[in-house]
């Protein structure tokens, strides 16, 4: 990996703040692309440490900025630990706005992929074209929050980053 996407793919901040930074005068916005109960895959539950046929909630976006997306992301929590968290009202707000503000955010080690996204097989072709992704579980008072986000090529030629 490349210094330059080490510094993406690395951070431990709030990628939202970083969205917004980097894309200068450019508005940043959240599209909601699917927000649902479900069942979560099956590597998703494992890093939540759940079993693969329980109920989740599951929310997919897209990060623009100027319009063009620059990230898809998905979160998924067990629903049995949603209660009180107001997390399915955020709506096309950003979660690292909600995440970020939690005094007892831990949030658990980063690991890399250069795989595509799996859940955005029905959008757009666009929103699968990913250079890296990466993802963590963040943990507060007692919710576990998977967080899988994918950088695209969009931003990548946007903001000239090397191929990997």
């Not at 930074?21 to 069942?39: E, P, W």
């Not at 029905?122 to 699968?128: D, M, P, Y």
């Amino acid at each position: 990996m490349s210094a330059p996407w080490w510094q993406w793919v690395a951070s431990k901040d709030s990628l939202t703040t970083r969205l917004t930074v980097a894309g200068d005068i450019k508005a940043f916005r959240v599209q909601l692309l699917r927000q649902t109960v479900g069942f979560p895959l099956r590597d998703e539950a494992l890093a939540l440490g759940i079993a693969p046929r329980r109920y989740a909630w599951l929310r997919e976006v897209a990060l623009c900025v100027g319009n063009k997306p620059w990230v898809v992301a998905r979160s998924v929590a067990p629903l049995s630990q949603l209660q009180g968290k107001g997390l399915e009202g955020l709506g096309e707000r950003s979660l690292g706005s909600w995440l970020f503000r939690q005094p007892d955010l831990v949030r658990g080690p980063l690991y890399a992929t250069r795989h595509q996204p799996r859940f955005v097989v029905e959008q757009s072709a666009l929103l699968a074209d990913s250079v890296w992704g990466r993802r963590s579980v963040f943990q507060h008072s007692g919710l576990s929050l998977l967080v899988q986000e994918y950088f695209l090529s969009s931003m990548a030629d946007d903001l000239d980053l090397p191929s990997r």
